[in-house]
Antibody, heavy 123, light 108 residues
């Protein structure tokens, strides 16, 4: 059974940093691209970032470009999102998401979601 | 960047009725790379449809997807009580993977 367990959320001041992690199990982690998707309170889903299985390619939404960095440790089966220069509008539940295809390529739909970790940016 | 517009924003229907949800892309979605997800309150989203029309594992056949190019549709043939939720479309297959704004299907 695929399991995705996010951690690292919390309260941070505007301009601060936070590092999210996602512990993956139940599948061959390095064979799958992964992604982060966020959801602000009461709002819709927003895709944030993605990374190929080999970590050779990374992708970012405009809202994340230059401030967030996605990475993965295929030995520890862990996905990360380093978030810098945080703003109030980054307040959201951040989901760790598995991409469907075992090629490791990014361009497929999302088939498994974690339960999310909440990030609150406020002074 | 492809912008996905979902309509209507809210759909008020009764159990047993047919639901038709629309997702329109600002530019052509290549290869039918369009997925639909369902989200219930307090839960993570769940994949329903991928490739515009392929049902994900375990999804009942009352859910169907259709469309190509810029216009896509999710149809729920007969609404069950557990189908009242928010539905999102998503484009994938390029460097970006945007979602639509969502359609809430509520009980009338």
């Amino acid at each position: 059974e695929v399991q995705l367990l996010e951690s690292g959320g919390g309260l941070v001041q505007p301009g601060g940093s936070l590092r999210l992690s996602c512990a993956a199990s139940g599948f061959t982690f390095s064979s799958y691209a992964m992604s982060w998707v966020r959801q602000a309170p009461g709002k819709g889903l927003e895709w944030v970032s993605g990374i190929s299985g080999s970590a050779g390619s990374t992708y970012y939404a405009d809202s994340a470009k230059g401030r967030f960095t996605i990475s993965r440790d295929n030995f520890k089966n862990t996905l990360h999102l380093q978030m810098n220069s945080l703003r109030a509008e980054d307040t959201a539940l951040y989901y760790c998401v598995k991409v469907a295809d075992s090629s490791g390529y990014w361009g497929y739909h999302f088939d498994n979601w974690g339960q999310g970790t909440l990030v609150t940016v406020s002074s | 960047e492809i912008v996905l517009t979902q309509s209507p924003g809210t759909l008020s229907l009764s159990p047993g009725e047919r639901a038709t949800l629309s997702c329109r892309a600002g530019q052509n979605v290549s290869g039918k790379n369009l997925a639909w997800y369902q989200q219930k309150p307090g839960q993570a989203p769940r994949l329903l449809i991928y490739g515009a029309s392929s049902r994900a594992t375990g999804i009942p056949d009352r859910f169907s997807g259709s469309g190509s190019g810029t216009d896509f549709t999710l149809t729920i043939s007969r609404l069950e009580p557990e189908d009242f939720a928010v539905y999102y479309c998503q484009q994938y297959g390029s460097s970006l993977a945007p979602f639509g704004g969502g359609t809430k299907v509520e009980i009338k």
